[in-house]
């Protein structure tokens, strides 16, 4: 079936630097796309989301980039610090069946 | 409000034993998951509840068997599991086609 997947598995990143955590989408009737973070032992936390009429959609921190020619997700994390220190899943959604990218390991160096 | 609480925490259970998986919330969500996680991996869509009904199964073995009381309750019947059916099981329960809202897991040892 049609999946999600990230160009890097993992990333290291200086404190207070900016972050930058990619995805690729193969299917392009999902309309729907959600960053979330999963710190070791938890499940996953919703970050932000995006539907597929924007471009961009900004939160506190973090932005999130949608490129429909290209199918293609961004996270960007402003000034991060050790607390984003995760693994970032995209997953995107068609409808009810939301899918899974692979994921990036956030690691934040002091 | 936006908890989604999964009970409990850890389960160790031998191959031969049954036992059940609880998921709670009460956010008014209309729809709630079953989702498998092991390590370093994406979690993986197991079931799907839709006003209480089961609207899908990923070809989950019948070892597994979801069951969902009412609208704030959701449980995962456990019987006769593998060791390789060790894993985080996730909970998460959405309005819809919309953001999904996940439990902390119940981490499970199959011995």
């Known amino acids: 079936g049609e999946s999600v997947g990230l160009h890097l598995p993992t990333l290291s990143v200086q404190e207070g630097d900016n972050s930058i955590i990619n995805c690729a989408y193969s299917?392009?009737?999902?309309?729907?796309f959600i960053w979330y973070k999963q710190e070791s032992g938890k499940g996953p936390q919703f970050i932000i989301d995006?539907?597929?009429?924007?471009d961009k959609r900004q939160g506190q921190r973090v932005t999130v980039l949608l490129n429909k020619t290209v199918k293609h997700l961004s996270l960007q994390i402003a000034a991060t610090q050790p607390g984003d220190s995760a693994v970032y899943f995209c997953?995107?959604?068609?409808?009810?069946?939301?899918?899974f990218g692979p994921g990036t390991r956030l690691s934040v160096l002091p | 409000d936006t908890e989604v609480t999964q009970t409990p925490k850890h389960l160790v259970m031998g191959m031969t034993n049954k036992k059940s998986l609880k998921c709670e919330q009460h956010?008014?969500?209309?729809?709630m998951y079953w989702y498998k996680q092991k390590a370093k991996k994406p979690p993986e869509l197991m079931f799907v509840y839709s006003y209480e009904k089961l609207s899908i199964n990923e070809s989950v073995p019948s070892r597994f068997s979801p069951e969902c009381p009412n609208s704030s309750l959701l449980n995962l019947h456990l019987h006769a599991l593998q060791p390789e059916d060790s894993a985080l099981y996730l909970c998460?329960?959405?309005?819809?086609?919309?953001?999904?809202?996940f439990g902390p897991g119940t981490r499970l040892t199959v011995l």
């Open positions: 956010m008014g969500h209309r729809a």
């Open positions: 997953a995107e959604t068609p409808d009810q069946n939301f899918v």
């Open positions: 299917n392009s009737a999902s309309d729907y």
């Open positions: 995006i539907r597929s009429n924007m």
């Open positions: 998460a329960s959405s309005q819809g086609a919309d953001t999904q809202y």
